[in-house]
């Protein structure tokens, strides 16, 4: 059993096609095809269902891709185990990072890591919770930033900072000099809010019927820069943790606290428990605690 073979079936897995897998593992799809064929005959068993469109794989298939996840999670981890004898000088990390929290945060952490570990590849890629999870879990991503307490098994969290969310207003709103948003007003407010696949809003929606509000969403946008443009430009109301109010976006725009118990999260850095946790990905933590310590001091500059 080779390793390439089994990149060839989780590329087949994740792209549901067998000429997207072979043009992502730079290969021609007779050879990818062939390989797995051959891997079928090892196993003696029938990994992929062809007949169906996208491709999918058996229940076979489902524990060969387990398994394979996590012996290329090993692998990379050896790797970076290897790039670490050298110091902080070379090597990649790859961090999954929830969109509330990339939106002020990120920004300031890439730049700081970058200019002070200039030989680290790093890549932060912006996802769902869920898929932030996953990543971590299989091995893909080195570190998660998301939600504490992690959804998943298999993964341990490091609080990082609590995230209150707030009513965001323009500053010439009928609301924007209210210390304290009223129940009675908010439930007439006119909203724009993130879709419902984001805890967010989930986190959001939850509050709200606690409270026995029915909120008048007029508007749903899947990004903070979009939301906090519609909220500028037309008027309207949104709700966001208020550390997004740091954005240049939100120029303009004011944070007015919802009913208590406000509506709180924390968010903290999610990793696969008991992994190797490699240099960089603590030196990014590091990153991570110095700009929450500088905003608790209001030392951080705006992301």
């Not at 067998?18 to 593992?25: N, S």
């Not at 007439?188 to 879709?195: C, D, H, I, N």
């Amino acid at each position: 059993m080779e390793l390439r073979t089994l990149r060839y079936l989780l590329a087949v897995a994740e792209e549901g096609h067998f000429t997207r897998a072979a043009e992502r593992c730079f290969v021609s799809q007779p050879a990818l095809s062939q390989q797995i064929r051959k891997l079928e005959d090892e196993v003696g068993e029938v990994l992929l269902d062809r007949s169906t469109t996208p491709v999918r794989l058996t229940a076979a298939g489902e524990v060969v891709v387990a398994h394979a996840r996590r012996i290329l999670a090993e692998l990379e981890a050896m790797r970076v185990a290897l790039d670490e004898l050298q110091g902080l000088q070379r090597g990649n990390l790859t961090v999954g990072a929830v969109q509330t929290v990339q939106a002020y945060l990120i920004p300031y952490a890439v730049a700081r890591f970058t200019r002070k570990y200039p030989g680290v590849r790093l890549q932060v890629l912006e996802l769902s919770a869920d898929e932030v999870e996953a990543g971590v879990l299989e091995g893909r991503f080195h570190l998660g930033l998301s939600f504490v307490p992690p959804g998943q098994e298999g993964l341990e969290a490091i609080p990082l900072f609590e995230e209150e969310l707030v009513l965001v207003v323009p500053s010439d709103h009928a609301l924007a000099a209210q210390q304290v948003v009223l129940p009675e007003m908010l439930a007439q407010t006119p909203l724009a809010l993130l879709p419902t696949t984001y805890c967010t809003r989930r986190l959001w929606d939850r509050w709200a019927q606690q409270l026995g509000l029915k909120p008048k969403v007029v508007l749903e946008l899947n990004t903070i820069e979009g939301l906090l443009h519609v909220t500028r430009e037309l008027g309207v109301a949104t709700v966001l943790p208020a550390l997004t109010l740091r954005l240049e976006a939100a120029r303009r725009l004011r944070a007015v606290r919802l009913p208590a118990p406000s509506p709180r999260r924390t968010v903290g850095v999610v990793r696969r428990r008991g992994a190797y946790v490699c240099r960089a990905a603590q030196a990014f933590e590091d990153v991570l605690r110095a700009w929450h310590e500088a905003v608790r001091n209001g030392r951080a500059a705006a992301a």
